[in-house]
């Protein structure tokens, strides 16, 4: 039986396949194996272009368009001392491998995973208001968040191998990402009247997280051993995500 695009039911679908598309880049790269070096440096860099172009054409142009500049700059703010707080954190924790590469792929996919939660909580509250509008509407949104949730399983996934974690593990945690898009539909649906007042905030926040990932660890990383693969895949994922932006409703 069909459901019905304007119910409840059909908003979890849709938003739970989109939230699965980041454990579907996962599967990606642990079937692919240990990437060599170069094609590391390439997926993180794409990765953190894909991340810039989020914000570029999808986080920031969405945040403005509530035109409330404080919640705006508050959210930017937040979401970096945010990230940087969890990233100090995570040093702490790996003190006694300060400058390992391994300990430094491991801290990276876990801030990485932690960002894209971040905004996937947003991104469901999008889904739920084109649901709410039109059932279709919610299902291009769901259908854009998806192709741009793979690259981002992808960069979860990639340090996280290099750093030795076992696949089941790093499977548990992108499933666990995968939670945060369909439950940021069910609040929308829940609090649609609240969301005009809060949903700035959020979408300034996970733009602010996601420039601190890409700027502190995604391109530093990326560029250590082949800056030249590092810029290719960095601006191929802006370029890719920036043609999605364009051609697709987000």
């Given at each position: 039986?069909?459901?019905?695009?304007?119910?409840?039911?059909?908003?979890?679908?849709?938003s739970?396949?989109?939230?699965?598309?980041t454990?579907?880049?996962?599967?990606?790269?642990?079937?692919?194996?240990?990437?060599?070096?170069?094609?590391?440096?390439?997926?993180?860099?794409?990765?953190?272009?894909v991340?810039?172009?989020?914000?570029?054409?999808?986080l920031?142009?969405?945040a403005?368009?509530?035109?409330?500049?404080?919640?705006?700059?508050?959210?930017?703010?937040?979401g970096?001392?945010?990230?940087?707080?969890?990233?100090?954190?995570?040093k702490?924790?790996n003190?006694?491998?300060?400058n390992?590469?391994?300990s430094?792929?491991?801290?990276?996919?876990i801030?990485?995973?932690s960002?894209i939660a971040?905004?996937?909580?947003p991104?469901?509250?999008?889904?739920?208001?084109?649901?709410?509008?039109?059932?279709?509407?919610?299902?291009?949104?769901?259908l854009?968040?998806?192709?741009?949730?793979?690259?981002e399983?992808?960069?979860?996934?990639?340090?996280?191998?290099m750093?030795?974690i076992?696949?089941?593990?790093?499977?548990?945690?992108?499933?666990?990402?995968a939670?945060?898009?369909?439950?940021?539909?069910l609040?929308?649906?829940?609090?649609m009247?609240?969301?005009?007042?809060?949903?700035?905030?959020?979408?300034?926040?996970?733009?602010?997280?996601?420039?601190?990932?890409?700027?502190?660890?995604?391109?530093?990383?990326?560029?250590?051993d082949h800056p030249v693969?590092?810029?290719?895949?960095?601006?191929?994922?802006?370029?890719?995500?920036?043609?999605?932006?364009?051609?697709?409703?987000?």
């Open positions: 039986m069909l459901l019905d695009f304007q119910s409840p039911l059909y908003l979890l679908y849709i739970t396949i989109a939230g699965l598309a454990t579907a880049g996962c599967l990606i790269v642990l079937f692919l194996g240990d990437p060599p070096d170069w094609i590391l440096a390439v997926l993180l860099s794409a990765a953190g272009g991340m810039f172009a989020v914000v570029a054409f999808d920031l142009p969405l403005a368009s509530f035109k409330q500049p404080g919640p705006l700059l508050g959210g930017i703010l937040a970096m001392i945010l990230m940087s707080s969890a990233d100090r954190l995570l702490a924790r003190r006694q491998l300060p390992h590469r391994y430094r792929l491991k801290r990276m996919g801030l990485i995973a960002g971040l905004h996937d909580i991104e469901g509250m999008a889904i739920a208001a084109g649901h709410e509008s039109a059932g279709q509407l919610g299902t291009f949104i769901a854009g968040i998806a192709l741009h949730n793979l690259p399983g992808m960069a979860t996934a990639t340090p996280l191998v750093a030795g076992r696949k089941p593990k790093i499977l548990a945690l992108t499933l666990l990402i939670i945060f898009t369909p439950l940021g539909a609040l929308g649906r829940v609090a009247e609240l969301v005009h007042t809060s949903l700035c905030f959020f979408v300034a926040l996970a733009a602010g997280a996601m420039v601190f990932l890409v700027l502190a660890e995604l391109w530093p990383l990326s560029r250590e693969w590092a810029f290719v895949g960095g601006l191929g994922g802006f370029i890719f995500f920036g043609f999605i932006s364009v051609f697709l409703p987000h």
